[in-house]
């Protein structure tokens, strides 16, 4: 009985941890921040790489793994500092995330021209899309008439 209650338990808390990550919440350093949302036409795709930090991981990983092993013999210290920076580029590597990322240059309907780095492709050269920006920037692509009705708001251009 008392482990069927136990993986009811840890089912349980799977579900409400599930049920919490959600990525339509607005992230917390949006808080307090200005927000402006416009219509664009994507100009210019280009894939990006960011900066990984594995190497560092791995080495800190190392570190940690060779004065593990310190109170063992040398041999104890090499699959300690092995092991560190397997574990330790591992993590960094799961938490960091893809590496790939993409720089949009984007004519907004009232003639601004931006420029954004977002992780996901979301769209294509010539496409409508909307902008979200509040700190962090969101692009979704949106139907071309939307970029048409945004734009009938500055007739001068």
Excluded: H, W
């Amino acid at each position: 009985m008392v482990n069927k209650l136990a993986y009811l338990g840890l089912l349980l808390t799977g579900f409400s941890l599930v049920g919490c990550a959600n990525s339509n919440d607005v992230d917390r350093r949006a808080e307090n921040q200005f927000v402006t949302e416009f219509y664009a036409y994507v100009q210019q795709v280009k894939k990006v790489r960011f900066k990984s930090y594995i190497g560092e991981g791995m080495a800190v990983g190392a570190i940690g793994g060779i004065i593990e092993g310190a109170d063992g013999d040398k041999e104890d210290m090499l699959a300690g500092g092995i092991a560190g920076a397997l574990v330790g580029g591992l993590f960094t590597a799961v938490f960091e995330g893809s590496s790939k990322g993409y720089e949009y240059q984007l004519q907004a309907v009232d003639g601004d021209v931006v420029t954004v780095i977002v992780s996901k492709k979301s769209g294509e050269l010539g496409e409508c899309v909307s902008v979200r920006v509040a700190g962090d920037v969101r692009i979704t692509q949106r139907p071309f008439e939307n970029c048409i009705e945004a734009a009938k708001e500055y007739p001068l251009l």
